[in-house]
């Protein structure tokens, strides 16, 4: 299974069931893709095994947990090349507030999506962080008013 062209009907359920409900027993599960719960689990082992599901974890109210600021940052880099870009890379993975990061093609390189407490606490991952990251030339902040969608 290297592409989802190798999926099947009972697969893509799996995966949408599992999507939406991590939790489920393999008997429910079965249950949901019309299959018993052996066949079911070789077919999640399988899926597991192939990448296609990374892992299973629980979604956690960020806004409860002291962490409900959103920050988008565009970021331009002063360099591109491949050096460049592996050492930035690196380092944007060590900054624990950087919850995405997506290298864009447009005028500018990375997307990443910044969560902190507030405002105040934004600024100083901006400032003592994000800027401090390899190669970065230039940023702009757009901060979301409210999460309408999240999936």
Known sequence: ????????????????????????????????????????QARVRKLEDNGYIRGYQAIVDREKMGEGHVAFVQVKLSDTRSDALDAFNRAVRLVPEIEQCHMIAANFDYLLKVRTRDIGA????????ISALPHVAQTSTYVAMETVKDR
């Open 1 to 40: 299974m290297e592409t989802t062209d190798h999926l099947d009907r009972i697969d893509r359920n799996i995966i949408s069931a599992l999507s939406a409900d991590g939790r489920l027993s393999m008997a429910a599960l079965g249950a949901k893709v019309g299959l018993s719960k052996t066949p079911v």
């Open 122 to 129: 934004y600024r100083r991952v901006l400032g003592e962080r």
